[in-house]
């Protein structure tokens, strides 16, 4: 099972910035790999996600305009640049690996693997 481990979680004011970044132990162009936020209270949602075969990419649209999904392959790494934060996207993010080839979006099922989050604080 693949290993991730996140980093560059926070706290901000309303309207800066942050990155956050996710070390994998292998990669697969053939699997989705994507960003989970969970809030206090609040539903799980995935928030972008990325299909590295094609570089298809995926956004939710609370995050859209706001967030930008990258990869650096060779080094395993997964970004998520976080852009105008606003108080509501206060939540713990998580890295997540597909588990089936092929299968990408903003469903949460199509993730198996998670990391152990990075903690992201917003306030007004």
């Known amino acids: 099972q693949v290993q991730l481990v996140e980093s560059g979680g926070g706290s901000v004011q309303a309207g800066g910035s942050l990155r956050l970044s996710c070390s994998a132990s292998?990669?697969?162009?053939?699997?989705?790999m994507g960003w989970i936020r969970q809030g206090d209270g609040k539903e799980r949602e995935v928030v972008a996600s990325t299909y590295p075969y094609n570089d298809d990419t995926y956004y939710a649209d609370s995050v859209k305009g706001r967030f930008t999904i990258s990869r650096d392959n060779a080094k395993r790494t997964l970004y998520l640049q976080m852009n105008n934060l606003k108080p509501e996207d206060t939540a713990m993010y998580y890295c997540?690996?597909?588990?089936?080839?092929?299968?990408?979006?903003?469903?949460?099922?199509?993730?198996?693997?998670w990391g152990q989050g990075t903690q992201v604080t917003v306030s007004s």
């Open positions: 292998e990669y697969d162009p053939y699997y989705c």
């Open positions: 997540a690996h597909g588990t089936k080839p092929g299968h990408c979006g903003l469903q949460s099922h199509i993730f198996g693997s």
